[in-house]
């Protein structure tokens, strides 16, 4: 009988107890990849928080603009606690405060602003206002979107106006971020276009049936304001200044800029000239759309 290899047993050994020593890492470098396998393919993007971004100072605005629509927050920043929103009246249905809740509320009466004095809907003479106040939050915002849910008592002449410090009693220093007065030209009704060559998109959408009324009329007209689709027809005069009388304000002193820094703001008021029916003009909500700032 021949003997055996001893020394070919003994290599057998050694490479059994090297792969005994290399086995339970390697399993649990296994577990390790078929979990992160499991948390990629699964995982639900909507479900991460909202992004908030803090954009630095200086002149250059316009990559301040670009870096704070790029990154956009998926909620409204009017939302958040602090925020407060006043009104010009307080009419006969919800405070001013219902245009923020955190969610959107649905009664019909308790829910929604009107410049209304009864259910009748009949209109409180003069122009209205709504005013979105961002400064208890201590920084300011960059807007890249702002979506107005009317009830079925909507306008569309109205302005949307941003300014960094406190509004004054005179009214002066507002900044025009989008007028809703008829443009000329080709824009229709789903745009605005002034004398700086600015195209601001503004789409509608219309579901529900108001329940006070008989015949079909929506309970909702939403209009989206959205700078993101923003179309500069010209880049010159950036900065300008117009008399209020001018703009239909009523007076003081409303300043103009295509460069974005209207909406670099603390304050942001939309600013109604008149109803589109003859009812008193109603709002469910305000949402503003952006970007923290410094």
Known sequence: MKPPNRTVSGGRRRTRARMAMLLPPLLLI????????????????????????????????????GRAI????????????????????????GPAAVLNQNPPGTDWLKDRWQAASDMGGTA????????????????????????????????EDYRVEGRLDPPPPNDDGWCVLYDG?????????????????????????????????????????????DWT??????????RREKTGNDLESGGGVVVVDDDGSCRHLRYLRVYIRRPARGWGVSLWQVDVFGAVSN
């Open 30 to 65: 296994g577990v390790w990849i078929r979990v992160a396998i499991r948390i990629l393919t699964t995982a639900d993007i909507d479900e991460r928080p909202p992004v908030v971004v803090v954009v630095g100072g200086g002149d250059d605005r316009a990559a301040r603009a």
């Open 124 to 155: 409180i003479p003069g122009r209205h206002w709504i005013l979105v106040d961002f400064s208890s939050a201590g920084s300011a915002i960059f807007v890249s979107k702002i979506v107005l849910d009317w009830e079925a008592a909507y306008a």
């Open 229 to 238: 689709t923003m179309t500069h027809a010209r880049d010159a005069d950036a």
């Open 70 to 93: 790029e990154i956009e927050r998926r909620r409204p920043v009017s939302r958040d606690p602090g925020v407060i929103v006043t009104s010009s009246t307080r009419g006969n249905l």
């Open 181 to 225: 007065a008829a443009p000329d030209g080709d824009a229709g009704n789903d745009a605005a276009v002034d004398d700086r060559g600015i195209i601001v998109r503004r789409s509608t959408e219309e579901y529900g049936q108001s329940p006070g009324v008989k015949r079909k009329m929506p309970l909702h007209v939403v209009h989206t304001i």
